[in-house]
């Protein structure tokens, strides 16, 4: 019988650390050619200013790993003001590679958001500078938490400037998240300043830039994962311009991240100014960062590897920790 696993046991058993490890592996499969994952199906609402989305994956190459999964995800940007509801909800199916046997079923709200965080701790392993330890954050969201999480994972972090234009939720989110990871969070009204640090990750809801590329010092790193349609982006021109860019995925960023396409309609870019996916990086096929002073940013549209390489984990993290309850279906 599948295992039913609610949000309260994926929170339970799943930590960043292991979210990190599991999606590191599911990237570095997908660059060896060993992952089986057809570009996920997008239905739009505009009347509801929502999508639904569904990402199916198979990922193979791993001793004992595994993984054959599919999920069912929704984003309602409308959700928290108007219903009191996450702006991301899904649900994921989790068969047996072998017999196509369906072994989980598991709420993918809080798998997602981590699984999008550890993407973002897997870029800033290996493209962020070894000495990074300033973070500027923009977004005070669930993603947000997460992404903070994966970026302390993975170095040494000892500053973060937040900035977010609902000043009630920067100084919920400065309170909750300095106390959970001892580090100091200072909430800025100055996204310049937000700028002004080894690391940048955006996680908006913005469909138009949310800082100036001149703004940029050499050196940084940047993590964009809050915009995923072709007419919305959270970087302007110049920034991706002065980058050497790394995406989740090529083909799947060509087709969704307006932060690439946009430049690319305006003549200002190529395709080829697209250095490589992360996995290639994570495989060794390509080289991530290559000195101290270069810019690198890593964009994410969210993939299915991601979660079918999390998915798999959590399950086997569930069953040695007899979390959960079986059902018959």
């Known amino acids: 019988m599948p295992l039913l696993l609610t949000r309260k046991d994926v929170e339970q058993v799943l930590t960043m650390k292991d979210a990190i490890a599991a999606v590191e592996e599911g990237f570095r499969q997908l660059a060896l050619g060993n992952v089986t994952m057809p570009q996920r199906t997008v239905i739009r609402i505009p009347e509801h200013h929502g999508i639904h989305l569904g990402m199916p994956a198979y990922m193979g190459g791993t001793e004992g790993g595994e993984s054959l999964a599919l999920k069912v995800v929704t984003v309602y940007h409308d959700n928290p003001s108007k219903f009191?509801?996450?702006?991301?909800i899904g649900t994921l199916l989790l068969n047996d590679p072998h017999t196509g046997a369906l072994v989980a079923i598991m709420d993918a709200g809080f798998l997602t958001a981590m699984r999008t965080g550890a993407a973002s701790g897997v870029a800033t392993k290996y493209l962020a500078r070894e000495d990074a330890r300033s973070l500027g954050l923009f977004g005070a969201g669930v993603q947000a938490r997460t992404q903070l999480m994966a970026v302390c994972e993975v170095r040494s972090i000892d500053r973060v400037i937040l900035y977010d234009l609902?000043?009630?939720?920067?100084?919920?989110?400065?309170?909750?998240m300095s106390e959970r990871l001892s580090i100091p969070i200072e909430p800025t009204e100055d996204p310049?300043?937000?700028?002004?640090?080894?690391?940048?990750?955006?996680?908006?809801?913005?469909?138009?830039?949310?800082f100036e590329g001149s703004w940029v010092e050499e050196g940084t790193h940047?993590?964009?994962?809050?915009?995923?349609?072709?007419?919305?982006?959270?970087?302007d021109t110049e920034t991706i311009q002065n980058a050497k860019v790394v995406t989740d995925y090529i083909s799947a960023c060509l087709a969704e991240a307006g932060d690439l396409i946009i430049p690319?309609?305006?003549g200002a870019i190529s395709e080829d100014h697209i250095h490589a996916s992360l996995g290639e990086i994570v495989a060794g096929l390509k080289p991530g960062r290559e000195s101290v002073g270069e810019i690198t940013l890593f964009k994410s549209v969210g993939l299915a590897v991601q979660d079918a390489a999390t998915a798999v984990r959590v399950y086997e993290l569930a069953q040695a920790a007899g979390v959960g309850e079986e059902v018959e279906i």
């Open 264 to 266: 690319i309609q305006e």
């Open 84 to 88: 009191g509801l996450p702006t991301t």
């Open 166 to 176: 609902n000043e009630e939720a920067r100084e919920k989110f400065a309170a909750e």
């Open 222 to 235: 940047i993590n964009g994962i809050g915009s995923h349609t072709p007419q919305t982006r959270e970087l």
């Open 192 to 210: 310049q300043t937000c700028v002004e640090n080894d690391i940048i990750v955006a996680a908006t809801s913005s469909s138009t830039p949310i």
